[in-house]
C-alpha cells in the first residue's frame, strides 16, 4: 500500500498550532493555508525551494494533499513551478516589476470604479459595505495572521468594485495580477491598513451617492497612495 493510501485512512482530526498537522476534513485547505502564511510572513524566503517530500515529514502527511496545495498556490501567484527544479516561492517585485502593476492599476481600477457608480446594484452595495465592516486596521494589525486576512479581504473589495463595473474583462486582467498577495507581502505596517481603511471609505462614499467623477478620483488617489506607501520597500 502506497503513502497516500496509509494516510487516506487515519482519522479525521484537528490541525496542531504548530508542527505537523493532523488529519482534518479540509486537508488540502490547511495544507495550503499554511505554506500560504509561511510564504506571506516570508517564513519561505522569495524564490526559496519547496520540497514536497520536506513539507510531508514537517506536517505529517502524505505528498498528495501537498501537491494539491502547491498547484492551488501556483495559481494564487504565490508559487512558480520550474523544470528540473521543481516548486520555489515566488520572487518579491522589483522596482521595475512593482511599477509595472501599478501603471495597470491606474489604467484599469478608476474606470471600473466609475462604472460601478453606474452600474453596481444595491445587493452589490451592501456586500461591500459589509465586507469593509470586517476590515478593522486595528485588528489586523495585532498579528501576521490577521494582517493576511486583511489582505484576502482587500483583494475581495477592488474585486468587487471591479465586478460591479461591468467588464469581466478587467474583472478578470486584475484578478490575475494577484496585486494584494504580492504587494501586502512587501511589509507588514500599521500604516498600510490604516490608510487603506480611510481610502476605502472615501471610494464607498462615491460608489453609494452614485458619483462617478468622485468614485474615479477616489479610487485614483488609493492607488496612488498605495505606490507610495510600498514603492520604498521594493529592490531596484
Do not use: W
Amino acid at each position: 500500500m502506497d503513502s497516500d493510501a496509509t494516510a487516506t485512512a487515519l482519522p479525521d482530526e484537528l490541525p496542531n498550532s504548530g508542527g505537523q498537522l493532523r488529519r482534518p476534513a479540509s486537508l488540502v485547505e490547511d495544507v495550503y493555508h499554511r505554506v500560504r502564511d509561511d510564504i506571506m510572513s516570508l517564513k519561505i524566503a522569495p524564490n526559496a525551494r519547496i520540497t514536497v517530500d520536506s513539507l510531508a515529514r514537517e506536517l505529517g502527511v502524505s505528498q498528495t494533499p501537498i501537491r494539491e496545495a502547491l498547484s492551488m498556490l501556483e495559481a494564487a501567484g504565490l508559487v512558480r513551478k520550474q523544470r528540473f527544479v521543481g516548486y520555489c516561492a515566488a520572487p518579491t517585485l522589483n522596482r521595475k516589476q512593482f511599477q509595472d502593476l501599478y501603471e495597470v492599476r491606474l489604467l484599469l481600477e478608476p474606470f471600473a470604479a466609475r462604472r460601478a457608480a453606474e452600474k453596481m446594484s444595491e445587493p452589490q452595495l451592501l456586500e461591500l459595505h459589509q465586507l469593509t465592516l470586517h476590515m478593522d486596521p486595528d485588528q489586523a494589525n495585532m498579528s501576521r495572521g490577521s494582517y493576511d486576512l486583511f489582505a484576502d479581504r482587500d483583494a475581495e473589495f477592488h474585486a468587487l468594485i471591479a465586478q460591479g463595473g461591468g467588464n469581466e474583462l478587467i474583472a478578470q486582467a486584475l484578478a490575475r495580477l494577484h496585486t494584494h498577495l504580492h504587494i501586502f507581502r512587501l511589509r507588514f505596517h500599521p500604516e498600510i491598513t490604516n490608510e487603506a481603511y480611510l481610502e476605502h471609505s472615501q471610494i464607498i462614499g462615491a460608489l453609494r451617492h452614485r458619483a462617478p467623477s468622485d468614485a474615479e478620483a477616489a479610487m485614483r488617489s488609493h492607488i496612488e497612495k498605495s505606490y507610495e506607501r510600498l514603492v520604498k520597500c521594493t529592490q531596484e
